[in-house]
């Protein structure tokens, strides 16, 4: 559809779009300051690298601004953290002594805690400075503190996960205790301990009450190939007010233990069987099909050495709902986000890929992401794509956290980089519903003050069906994207006509379910006589990026098999989602930096960005001052 081509900048210097700080950082965990105001609270990320930022739920997670600064750096002084004395110092020190010194064994005795050197673990020569990843916060109702799970990342797998503690989400935080160990196999040395014996320098016999290092854990070069790498905690309450963590990355998987409210570290009271394929057996050597295990808990996802990091859980509604992220994290990578759900905590966590759903849990290697993927698994929010507003495409999406935020609003946050940047990353959030089928989708733009909830959409309906007929702009994300090239998707042209019928790229109908803000979509491709595909999704407004422009907008997921063409490209059906916005004359800016920029002099000669956003003078690039383009260096 070519109606009118209109530079985004130009409309943008039209509409006053609202000025954004887009901050850089890497697996961002999303908490909201649940001890201050219940009307406007504050809201953290804390990510890799202690990158860290912090936002007003007024600034609809768009305007980050980070806090101290420069305490990244070893080299200067640090008020982030604290030792056990509440004596300020550096990061690089914080990991030496703990508070905790006395813990319940799996017996239900109390026995000595000992003291565990977090940095002493790493694999010789491994330094804390850019080790540090992907920090975890939650508030702990019982010690009317926050805590902090962090991953200390060492070569060979000798990692581990730590507790911090801390009165401000701003610190400082004090060393609790560890919780996970992995790469204990007697192989490797650390940078405090010989190889041999290693792991009687972790919680190993608290844990199990061996009193040898077990058959199964002598694994040398192959670990990876059985058990976890310790590094991505997510922790989380159930509905039974329990505390749970969910750890590990590629390797042998993603594993999940219980913690103890008491002290934030693990609830050793609290043991697993080993377990092979779900059955009970008795431990010998190292299985891959080990489902559950004495020290390391109960095997939730993946295995195998198949990609799948970055596990997140969150409930919603009805369902726990786990994250997680397919494929590397660099721009041609592969990374984008899975979903799987379950009724209970613990899993099991299945897609809806085939009637029955697929276990997140591997039995085999399969390649999972990129064009040359094997199998399709998990339910896919999107992929690499750009809407015809947006300069750059966003690629590699991942690494993400959720929360339902103080007003009942379900969103995710994630990081992503762009086609033409380079591994340059910022973050994004977008809201999340649930369709009629139980599924998430995500809103197909930025999230930007959208005050409806799931809950709106499954009571209330919000538009009529004279609202939704019109030219609509769709975008089908599926899973066999040519990532390493960096593909991206762009939208085609649908029109919902008012007979209920669907023309153009994509044929079919489309109806709304009474008395609700769902709509279903019934589409087949043009280009070949395929089987038509129902789309189960929800409808609502939102602002189009870079833009303040509003447009009616879904998002939906397949519930069908079948095929569908766009341009005769075959899509896997089952499980994809799809987005689409209701294009206005105005909507369809495309934009395009050739186009002569058009902005009122300011007085005070604020300074805008190419893609029309006010920035600051640190800001390094082509900008815009007072109707005036130069490069800021």
Known sequence: MKKILLSIIGMMAMSGAMAQSRISVHDPSIVMDVTGSTTNPKYYIYGSHLGRGKTYASGNYQIWNTFKTGEENTGTSNSLFADVNGKLINFKDAYGTHVIRKVKNS??????????????????????????????????????????????????????????????????????????????QGSFAHNAYAAADDWKHTDLAIATGETSLPARYQTGDSWGSFWPNCIDPCVFYDDDDNLWMSYGSWSG???????????????????????????????????????????????????????????????????????????????????????????KPDGPYKDCLTSTGIDAVYGKYILNFGGDAKRDEGVKLFGNYQWNS?????????????????????????????????????????????????????????????????????????????????D???????????????????????????????????????????????INLTLKGTATDHSEVVFKGVLTEQTIDYTNVKALCFTALSSSDGLATSGGASLQTRGLSIWGTKVKAEGTAIYNPEVPVSIRKQLDDKWYNQAGQLVDKSYKGLVIVSGKKFVNK
């Not at 730590?162 to 009165?167: G, H, I, L, M, Y």
């Not at 809950?455 to 009529?464: G, H, K, P, V, W």
């Not at 990532?483 to 991206?488: E, L, N, Q, S």
């Open 472 to 518: 609509y702009q769709l975008m089908a994300h599926p899973y066999r994207q040519n990532t390493a090239a960096k593909a991206y998707e762009k939208p085609v042209t649908i029109h919902l006509l008012a007979d209920g019928s669907v023309t153009g790229e994509y044929t079919g109908k489309w109806e709304l379910v009474s008395g609700t803000s769902f």
């Open 253 to 343: 998987g993603i594993f999940m233990i219980r913690l103890d409210k008491t002290n934030g570290l693990r609830d050793y009271t609290y043991t697993f069987p080993y377990q092979r394929s779900g059955m009970t057996v008795t431990p010998g050597a190292a299985d891959a099909n080990c489902t559950s295990d004495p020290y390391f808990g109960k095997k939730i996802a993946g295995g195998y050495y198949v990609s799948g990091e970055a596990s997140y859980i969150q409930k919603v509604g009805k369902y726990y709902y786990l994250f997680m992220s397919y494929g590397g994290l660099t721009a041609a990578g592969g990374y984008q986000i899975r979903v799987f759900r379950s009724e």
């Open 390 to 470: 947006m300069p750059t495409a966003e690629v590699a999406q991942g690494h993400n956290s959720a929360i339902i935020d103080h007003k009942g609003r379900a969103l995710i946050v994630y990081h992503t980089r762009f086609n033409t940047r380079g591994e340059e990353h910022e973050v994004r959030v977008h809201q999340l519903f649930v369709n009629q089928d139980g599924w998430l989708v995500a809103a197909p733009y930025e999230f930007s003050g959208e005050t409806y909830t799931h809950e709106d959409i499954a009571t209330r309906q919000l538009y009529q069906a004279s609202e939704v007929v019109g």
């Open 107 to 184: 017996k239900g005795e109390e026995v000595a805690f000992g003291n565990f050197d977090a940095h002493g673990w790493q694999f010789q020569g491994n330094t804390v400075q850019g080790m540090q990843w992907a920090p975890d916060v939650i508030y702990n109702k019982t010690m009317k503190k926050w805590c902090m799970y962090m991953s200390l990342n060492g070569d060979h797998w000798c990692s581990s996960i730590v507790c911090f503690t801390s009165d401000d989400l701003e610190g400082p935080w004090v060393y609790q205790g560890p919780v996970v160990f992995s790469g204990f």
